[in-house]
T-cell receptor, first 114, second 111 residues
Framework: NAGVTQTPKFRVLKTGQSMTLLCAQD?????MYWYRQDPGMGLRLIHY???????AKGEVPDGYNVSRLKKQNFLLGLESAAPSQTSVYFC?????????????FGPGTRLTVT | KQEVTQIPAALSVPEGENLVLNCSFT??????LQWFRQDPGKGLTSLLL?????REQTSGRLNASLDKSSGRSTLYIAASQPGDSATYLC??????????FGGGTRLMVKP
């Protein structure tokens, strides 16, 4: 099993450009999450999904949109990138509610916005 | 708002030493606490998950304790090895199905 995979691994954008990050999991997990990690800080939740077709805001949702059209995929979109969105983005998934089940993380996408 | 703090931010120890990493959280209304390991340029690997009703969990040389009422957890690593060098993150699950992470402790074990 591949677990949680993320595409791409690295990306450089210019301010105002748009892009989509793809997360895929092959564990049949219901819940999926997008986090960002900035230097010296822990991960912060951007958006999450509790099932196909559903999404919800996390701690830092502004400037991002998400979609969960298929159970195994969770997309994170940046419509107009800003330098403040330079970060490492992690996707995670869990079988069910995080209160009972651990989250599994992908390897991350390093995004630089110039 | 839940806040999670990890002390120290960085730690360097000689190989073979036993060590303790600390994690504290401000809101004791949590469902569980997890300890993760993160290697440079990599994702997170879950090490231990402690449910709120539990006091500790053990996996090999790792032992994690949880004192929910005081808002504290410790990760004990026995007989440390250079391969244990990594950043260790703790995270708590509170309301809204959200994990709140601490800033991490960067551990270096010297041969």
């Amino acid at each position: 099993n591949a677990g949680v995979t993320q595409t791409p691994k690295f990306r450089v954008l210019k301010t105002g450009q748009s892009m989509t990050l793809l997360c895929a999991q092959d564990m049949n997990h219901e819940y999926m999450y997008w986090y960002r990690q900035d230097p010296g800080m822990g991960l912060r939740l951007i958006h999450y999904s509790v099932g196909e077709g559903t999404t919800a805001k996390g701690e830092v949702p502004d400037g991002y949109n998400v979609s969960r059209l298929k159970k195994q995929n969770f997309l994170l979109g940046l419509e107009s990138a800003a330098p403040s969105q330079t970060s490492v983005y992690f996707c995670a998934s869990s079988y069910s509610w995080t209160g009972s089940y651990e989250q599994y993380f992908g390897p991350g996408t390093r995004l630089t916005v110039t | 708002k839940q806040e999670v703090t990890q002390i120290p931010a960085a730690l360097s120890v000689p190989e073979g030493e036993n060590l303790v990493l600390n994690c504290s959280f401000t809101d004791s209304a949590i469902y569980n606490l997890q300890w993760f390991r993160q290697d440079p340029g990599k994702g997170l690997t879950s090490l231990l998950l402690i449910q709120s009703s539990q006091r500790e969990q053990t996996s090999g040389r790792l032992n994690a304790s949880l004192d929910k009422s005081s808002g504290r957890s410790t990760l004990y690593i026995a007989a440390s090895q250079p391969g244990d060098s990594a950043t260790y993150l703790c995270a708590v699950t509170g309301a809204g199905n959200m994990l709140t992470f601490g800033g991490g402790t960067r551990l270096m074990v010297k041969p």
